[in-house]
T-cell receptor, first 110, second 113 residues
Framework: GQQVMQIPQYQHVQEGEDFTTYCNSS?????IQWYKQRPGGHPVFLIQ?????EVKKQKRLTFQFGEAKKNSSLHITATQTTDVGTYFC??????????FGKGNQVVVIP | NAGVTQTPKFQVLKTGQSMTLQCAQD?????MSWYRQDPGMGLRLIHY???????DQGEVPNGYNVSRSTTEDFPLRLLSAAPSQTSVYFC????????????FGPGTRLTVL
């Protein structure tokens, strides 16, 4: 089964509002990656977090890795229509494999 | 660089037919993988390869074969297509190792009737 769990699975967000999506693992992760997939597109790498408690920002996106390295979050402020899509987190499984969560599908309401 | 390319973009098969999905990358990545994406299921790993001549199974390998004769190419073969294999298939590649991002191809949308 999936190593990482994502919540929620679906979100409807009003344009201009903020939202957060979460990723949880039952085991400690060496690192976590986030990807975004636009409707009809392919997943595109956003960021990687490696250190405990790490926080990284990309414009309106803030990524956080938990202190225990078992959870992560992506917070988006002032949502825009370009934020529509599915956000995936992925954690390592074994030496070379990535295990993806089921994704958080975000719909933006203008 | 073209990155990761996949052909075809769309394919319709009848149950029992076989076909090969092509994947190529020009980034000299050691690691390549195939995923399938179904609604509500996320990305599930089918097969992967850590270099030419080396392949291994992922989460959902049944009904699929792969080979890796060159660094650039990693074709996925459906031996006898079934309706349960209707899905969107993504090929991805990366530098080997835990801490490297994956680059995805544009995907192949397969329908099995």
């Amino acid at each position: 089964g999936q190593q990482v769990m994502q919540i929620p699975q679906y979100q409807h967000v009003q344009e201009g509002e903020d939202f957060t999506t979460y990723c949880n693992s039952s085991t400690t992760l060496s690192n976590i990656q986030w990807y975004k997939q636009r409707p009809g597109g392919h997943p595109v790498f956003l960021i990687q977090l490696v250190k405990s408690g790490e926080v990284k920002k990309q414009k309106r996106l803030t990524f956080q890795f938990g202190e225990a390295k078992k959870n992560s979050s992506l917070h988006i402020t002032a949502t825009q229509t370009t934020d529509v899509g599915t956000y995936f987190c992925a954690g390592p499984r074994g030496n070379n494999r990535l295990a993806f969560g089921k994704g958080n599908q975000v719909v933006v309401i203008p | 660089n073209a990155g990761v390319t996949q052909t075809p973009k769309f394919q319709v098969l009848k149950t029992g037919q076989s076909m090969t999905l092509q994947c190529a990358q020009d980034m000299n990545h050691e690691y390549m993988s195939w995923y399938r994406q179904d609604p509500g299921m996320g990305l599930r790993l089918i097969h992967y390869s850590v270099g030419a001549g080396i392949t291994d199974q992922g989460e959902v390998p049944n009904g699929y074969n792969v080979s890796r004769s060159t660094t650039e190419d990693f074709p996925l073969r459906l031996l006898s297509a079934a309706p349960s294999q209707t899905s969107v298939y993504f090929c991805a590649s990366k530098v080997a190792g835990l801490y490297n991002e994956q680059f995805f191809g544009p995907g192949t949308r397969l329908t099995v009737l």
